[in-house]
């Protein structure tokens, strides 16, 4: 099993700038790629950012060049840096854990936290 706890997000100005932060712990040996999803109201939820354990990154296109995702393997932590955040920004930005056994892939995430972009 894989936990994921995140920061807490919160309320930011149009323009602003926000770092979540997920830090994962149990069974992480076999995780291969994490990221962040969000899902707004009404919306389903989309992959905003993901890096692998190899660091390679990709993002949704509606991200690219505000949003940055990187990974601190000695503290087991991904994190994820917006600047120029939208109101469209806002939405419960969830964390995910790719973990890999037996050519399987199993998702794990974490509890949520919501992002809330308005003047």
């Known amino acids: 099993q894989v936990q994921l706890v995140e920061s807490v997000g919160g309320l930011v100005q149009p323009g602003g700038s926000l770092r979540l932060s997920c830090v994962a712990s149990g069974s992480i040996s076999s995780i291969r790629a994490m990221g962040w999803y969000r899902q707004a109201p009404g919306k389903e939820r989309e992959l905003v950012a993901q890096?692998?354990?190899?660091?390679?990154?990709n993002y949704t296109d509606s991200v690219k060049g505000r949003f940055t995702i990187s990974g601190d393997n000695a503290k087991n932590t991904v994190y994820l840096q917006m600047n120029s955040l939208k109101p469209e920004d806002t939405a419960v930005y969830y964390c995910n854990a790719k973990r890999v056994r037996f050519g399987r892939v199993n998702d794990y995430w974490g509890q949520g936290t919501q992002v809330t972009v308005s003047s």
């Open positions: 890096i692998t354990s190899g660091a390679v990154t």
